[in-house]
């Protein structure tokens, strides 16, 4: 938000919106309003729930929920079952039903890890479907198509003369609380690893989120937020019907969350609060509201993303983010590294462990197919404990595969070890906690997410040391100070430049302090001064212990920094050594410019020779 | 009995086919779903009956052209101002931004023509016919000669024409298409006005056999998506067999097992295929991943 405003300003006019806002909440009560309007608010709290959980789900973890109706129409049924068969109060039926509720969105997010994207659509469209038929024919248990009727309802008879009434209050603080509750969450470690599995799934698993688990997380959160809302429905109306959770239901949920802008959670209640009053306001256009409102999501959808996001967000100000880093003022001229260098060599402590320090990580016999094409062909090499190993090799040679190996993000055959371990074919996460960390070739951040968030998601905790908000801040912003890149902490990932980008990442990969560093071409994008200077800090970096292995093209860089290389072609090493012995090997020389052709084409080899400033030499 | 059941669902995997296919080559050329195509389906049964036949009068061929050039101007006019807009964006912002178009569509065939179900009785008849033992409408055997013409059709142009070739390489590669002169933008509207043809093929021969009404084209919609996902996401062969295969299944599902659950048999047989093979029975190459 950039208002031309000074901040006292802002917050005095947050505090008076805020008051009106609690003025027009307590307006009902005091002022008598007509029931039949109560009980439309007493209905827009309620959907506020139920879309808070599709929120989670949909807005936050990116998983397309359109059953969530079901969800609702689940946890309504089963309060109302648990009060009438097994006689249970409703402060027990209720959390009974969440609980029950809550398994089945378990179930869902499994389903969830294996469907995505658009099957996830239909399935859960389907699902909502099966949901309502079965619920119009198992009469004996559902009471088919009128429902079950006479449920208890809730009284509170000091609130006021009628239920709804009596409910308006509980259920506005219920709302706050419970979207107080998911603000929280979405600020909290748990909420950023959903964010980042929505922003990039594959670099949220390398870098340690466990996606499984997240998924699942959200699908459970959904589904308890829609069985609150289904019981409390039940609890205020005293009847379920299947006509009450059908797709357009759930649709019309979707259309909360979308119009409160898709990812921000006290959107979603203005989202809920107008599309359910809205309807009420303009009953005399109610022929054409509907059409409206799908033209309305067609427009918003494609010119007004943010939605009422953008005007909720403001309401919330600092209670969504926690209070702002400090500004570090940004170092006048172009992006350097120098500042950088100066803070990783500062604190370099040079570890026992030297460039031969015994084996770190061992590759064997590791082979990789994609289609026809081997793509690693029985590689096997290793890296030493603190060396900085280069793995060249021309286009298509299986370095990029080899690294996702590493990283568990493609599945081989053979044996890669780490230490004592075999982390082949693992999930990523488990990889990112045995101290495996790595960059992507095209940069991979969460876009939505600020520079500060997306190191803090890479941190682990450190047996013995500090964790806890306050502990991964810090280390977060000592990371992207490392890279010379702290005053940028605050930005959106997406507004960075590519160089800067590139850095971010870094930070992010080193921020876990891995043991092994794995670095898939990270010069590519940065100008010529700051290639040597990411050079310098590499070194640093392995001063300070940690061990890099790095594709890199720029033979240069590679033999400036590079304590041993390994050559791969066409899927096969043919070459592990020192750099500048490794250049001289006829293999590698054929590798790239081709075999040496006979004394009749002598010109040849001569004018590479001086067109290429690289020590890659060929003697003809 | 049997075999009269599965020649019923037959005729209704013919529709599911048409709407499948729709989807197959929308997907092929811009990567997306497009999730309102149930309620293009509703939005042509009504112009066919409401506008074209009741009002106007117009002979069946004549009603049925006509209904069809609506919709393919339609379909193109809602490639280029919306659709070709979505395909920068996440598969969720234009799974949403469909479904909030089939929402529209819905309710201006509701404001246009009136929340009552319109009657249409087919032009020709109630007539069974008796092949080989097996009792046909007319209206059944239609569908199966518009289907199978519709998809000899596709298949010679598609295989043999330039316009074919022009579209099986702007679904390849549509870069490459547009470097070589290929009016790319031009092409995808084309696609996406097909697709609505089919629609409003399935919404006219669907109209006979059952009531015209708002709700009509939702769950042939999905049921069309089904289809091709059993079929092959994005298989244009898999799209005709998925079709085939889920209208028979639902018949002899609604036949055998129950009848009060025949819609949700197809939803089931799409959970089943999502677990066992979620490829489909002819996976295509740049099919969705699962």
Request: glycine share 10%; net charge neutral; hydrophobic share 55%.
């Amino acid at each position: 938000m950039t208002f031309p405003m000074t901040s006292t300003m802002t917050s005095a006019l947050r505090s008076a919106a805020w008051l009106l806002i609690v003025a027009a909440l307590f307006a009902p009560v005091v002022f008598g309003l007509n029931t039949y309007y109560v009980h439309v608010l007493n209905l827009a709290w309620i959907f506020a729930i139920a879309a808070l959980g599709l929120s989670v789900a949909t807005g936050v973890a990116g998983q397309i929920v359109l059953g969530q109706a079901a969800l609702v129409g689940f946890g309504a049924y089963a309060t109302a079952l648990l009060m009438m068969r097994l006689s249970l109060p409703w402060w027990i039926a209720l959390p009974g039903a969440m609980v029950l509720t809550g398994l089945v969105g378990a179930v869902l997010g499994l389903i969830s890890t294996r469907i995505k994207g658009h099957y996830l659509a239909i399935v859960t469209l389907a699902l909502n479907e099966i949901f309502r038929i079965v619920a119009l024919n198992e009469e004996s248990l559902t009471g088919g198509p009128m429902g079950l009727r006479n449920i208890p309802t809730l009284h509170i008879p000091m609130l006021g003369d009628n239920i709804d009434r009596q409910l308006y209050l509980p259920l506005v603080l219920l709302m706050f609380a419970s979207y107080a509750v998911m603000v929280h969450f979405h600020r909290s470690s748990l909420g950023r690893e959903l964010r980042a599995v929505r922003d990039d799934e594959m670099a949220a698993e390398a870098m340690g989120v466990n996606s499984v688990r997240a998924k699942t997380i959200a699908f459970v959160i959904c589904s308890v937020w829609a069985a609150l809302a289904g019981g409390l429905y039940v609890l205020l109306v005293g009847f379920v019907a299947p006509t009450n959770f059908t797709i357009a239901e759930s649709i019309k949920m979707m259309l909360m969350v979308v119009i409160g802008g898709l990812g921000s959670i006290p959107g979603t209640m203005l989202g809920a609060f107008v599309v359910t009053v809205l309807p009420e306001a303009l009953r005399d256009l109610q022929t054409y509201y509907m059409a409206a409102f799908g033209a309305g999501v067609v427009v918003i959808m494609l010119v007004w993303p943010k939605g009422l996001g953008v005007v909720a967000d403001w309401l919330c100000g600092d209670f969504l983010t926690r209070g702002r880093e400090a500004e570090v003022p940004a170092p006048a001229g172009p992006l350097s590294l120098a500042h950088a260098i100066a803070a990783t060599s500062s604190t370099a402590r040079r570890t026992a462990a030297e460039p031969d320090g015994g084996t770190l990580m061992r590759l064997r016999d590791v082979s990789r197919s994609f289609g026809g094409v081997r793509a690693l062909n029985d590689v096997s090499f290793e890296v030493r404990r603190g060396e900085i190993l280069g793995v060249i090799g021309p286009n298509g040679s299986g370095k990029s595969t080899m690294i996702n190996a590493c990283s568990g993000v493609v599945h081989v055959e053979g044996a890669i070890e780490l230490e004592a371990g075999r982390i082949e074919n693992r999930p990523p996460w488990d990889i990112h906690a045995l101290g495996v960390a790595r960059i992507f070739q095209n940069v991979r951040l969460w876009e939505s997410m600020t520079v500060l968030e997306n190191v803090m998601v890479a941190w682990r905790p450190v047996a013995g040391e500090a964790s806890g908000e306050a502990a991964i801040r810090a280390a977060a912003l000592a990371a992207l100070d490392q890279m010379g890149v702290r005053h940028l902490a605050m930005r959106r990932a997406r507004d960075l430049s590519f160089g800067q980008s590139r850095l971010v990442e870094m930070a992010r990969a080193i921020v876990a302090r891995p043991k092994i560093l794995l670095l898939d071409e990270p010069a590519a994008g940065l100008r010529g001064g700051l290639v040597l200077e990411l050079a310098q800090i590499l070194k640093n970096l392995r001063d300070q212990g940690m061990t890099v292995l790095v594709v890199e093209h720029r033979i240069k860089l590679v033999t400036s920094m590079c304590d041993r290389v390994v050559v791969l072609n066409l899927g096969d090493l043919i070459a592990d050594g020192p750099p500048a012995a490794v250049m001289e090997t006829q293999a590698v020389v054929e590798a790239y410019l081709g075999e040496r052709a006979d004394a009749s084409a002598d010109a040849m080899p001569r004018r590479i020779r001086r067109r290429s400033a690289s020590p890659v030499v060929v003697r003809g | 009995m049997l075999g009269q059941v599965i020649a019923s669902g037959l005729a209704m995997g013919c529709i599911y086919a048409l709407v499948a296919l729709g989807y197959a080559y929308v997907w092929n050329t811009m990567a997306i779903v497009n999730f309102a195509a149930g309620e293009f389906l509703t939005f042509s049964a009504y112009v066919f009956v409401a506008t074209f036949t009741t009002s106007l009068g117009l002979p069946f061929w004549m009603a049925l052209g006509l209904t069809a050039g609506a919709m393919a101007l339609m379909g193109a006019l809602f490639s280029r101002l919306v659709f070709a807009r979505l395909q920068r964006q996440r598969a969720l912002v234009a799974i949403i931004a469909t479904v909030g178009f089939g929402i529209f569509l819905k309710e201006m065939a509701r404001i246009i023509y009136g929340p009552e179900p319109l009657l249409y009785v087919s032009p020709f008849g109630d007539d069974m016919l008796d092949v080989g033992g097996i009792r046909l409408s007319m209206q059944q055997i239609l569908i199966m000669v518009v289907v199978v013409v519709i998809m000899a059709a596709q298949y010679l142009v598609l295989r043999y024409t330039m316009i074919g070739k022009v579209m099986r390489a702007t679904a390849l590669d549509r870069e490459t298409a547009a470097l070589m002169g290929i009016p790319v933008n031009a092409v995808l509207a084309g696609t996406f006005a097909f697709s609505c043809v089919l629609a409003a093929l399935a919404g006219i021969l669907l109209a006979p056999l059952f009531y015209v009404t708002t709700e009509m084209g939702t769950m042939v919609g999905l049921k069309g998506f089904v289809a091709m996902i059993i079929g092959g996401f994005g298989s244009v062969p898999g799209a005709i067999v998925g079709g085939l295969l889920l209208g028979v299944a639902e018949n002899v599902g609604a036949f055998t097992i129950s009848s009060t659950y025949k819609d949700a048999i197809a939803f089931t047989l799409l959970l089943a295929f999502l677990v066992v093979r979620p490829e489909g029975l002819i996976p295509e190459r740049n099919a969705d991943r699962a």
